[in-house]
């Protein structure tokens, strides 16, 4: 089973906002990305090398509720790295590897986005539960285009890494993904790519992630 850095997620209250301090910082500004009704978010996107992509999230207001993911973005106290995928071209043996290991992973579930083409695009995803953002989701793409594609290139990906309360990474279904460094310690993702501005670092502890934290 191989496993591939796909997209780290940046959360933001407000994505016009969010756009406006990412162009303001690297002098790119990402493309909109189209709304997730079902979510309650809207994200924009920016692309590093190698198909991998940064997804800036938001809540949507046509959509967000105080039970939904948009709700609870819009409650964050400030923009932060906030979950990671790892890709794989189906999910089924994933989540079976994922359970087998002892975690508990949710069934791969359909998404999709609307895009401001009008063109609605959908893939699958399936999350680790309750373990936090520190922790991957993997997504399958299917047979729908790769956001990198068409997002507009900020720079060179120099390090993702993933810090995870674990001793023994080299045991986990998905270690040794390309694109992403994995270590053991307290929960954190740390993210640095470059820009035309120069390069950016940016880290947090205990990410938040879709799933829900331990």
Known sequence: MEFALDHIVYAVTDLARGCESFADLTGVRPIHGGAHSMMGTQNALASFDDRVYLELIAPDPETAKPDNLGGRLAKIPTAQLFAWALQAPMLDEPVQAMTQFGLSPTPPTRISRAQPSGETIHWEIAGLRDL???????????????????????????????????????????????????????????????????????????????????
């Open 132 to 214: 936090g953002g520190a922790w991957p989701f993997f997504i399958s793409w299917r047979d729908a285009p790769h956001p990198s594609t068409e997002a507009p290139l900020v720079g060179s990906l120099l390090l993702f890494e993933a810090t995870l309360p674990i001793t023994e990474i080299e045991m986990l279904p998905f270690a040794g993904c390309g694109g992403a460094t994995l270590r053991s310690g307290p929960p954190t993702i740390a993210l640095a790519f470059e820009s035309p501005n120069g390069p950016v670092e940016w880290s947090q502890s205990e990410p938040i992630g879709f799933f829900g934290s331990a």
